[in-house]
């Protein structure tokens, strides 16, 4: 088994692969290893959104509150997905619950850390924000469908 260092964590993987060594380098130092437990909850919606997180193994279940419906699955992900996008925009504020479908390990990454440092890397920061706008266009998509499949059959 090949032991991996986050620096080659990240440049492997096609969200960061066009960041220059240097970039990829201040990512990997935000990021540290994570491990969730079956049915742990990763983040809840309204609380503070410092982190976002590369799935390395297992899934989750991004979930919407739903009133009376209660909570709704509107997105499940897996190796390979990105967590999370609140991080990144203001108020800094989780907009759904997440939580683990079964053992989850991630690469975290500490939110409040690469904002301080995009602050200094305009460069950097305008890769991340292309880069997380795809992410969050794809979410944004697939909520929909997620609604229209639930709801507009009413």
């Known amino acids: 088994m090949t032991i991996k260092t986050l620096d080659t964590v990240v440049l492997e993987h096609p969200l960061f692969a066009a960041l220059t060594p240097r970039q990829a380098q201040i990512v990997a130092g935000c990021a540290s290893n994570v491990v969730f437990d079956e049915g742990e909850a990763i983040f809840k919606s309204g609380d503070k959104a ?3 997180y590369l799935l ?3 899934q989750v279940a991004v979930d919407l509150h739903a009133g009376e419906r209660g909570a ?3 997105d499940t992900l897996g190796q390979g997905d990105l967590l999370g996008w609140s991080w990144l925009i203001p108020p800094y504020r989780w907009q759904f619950d ?3 479908l079964e053992l989850v390990r991630a690469v975290a ?3 409040a850390c690469l904002r301080g440092k995009i602050e200094h890397d305009h460069d950097l920061g305008y890769q991340l924000y292309v880069r997380f706008s ?4 794809e979410r ?3 909520t929909r469908l997620r609604l229209v499949d639930v709801y507009g059959n009413n």
């Not at 795809?134 to 266009?137: I, K, T």
């Open 98 to 100: 997440a939580r683990a």
């Open 109 to 111: 990454f500490d939110g």
């Open 134 to 137: 795809r992410v969050l266009l």
């Open 50 to 52: 410092d982190t976002f």
């Open 140 to 142: 944004l998509q697939t």
């Open 72 to 74: 709704l699955t509107i």
């Open 56 to 58: 390395r193994h297992g």
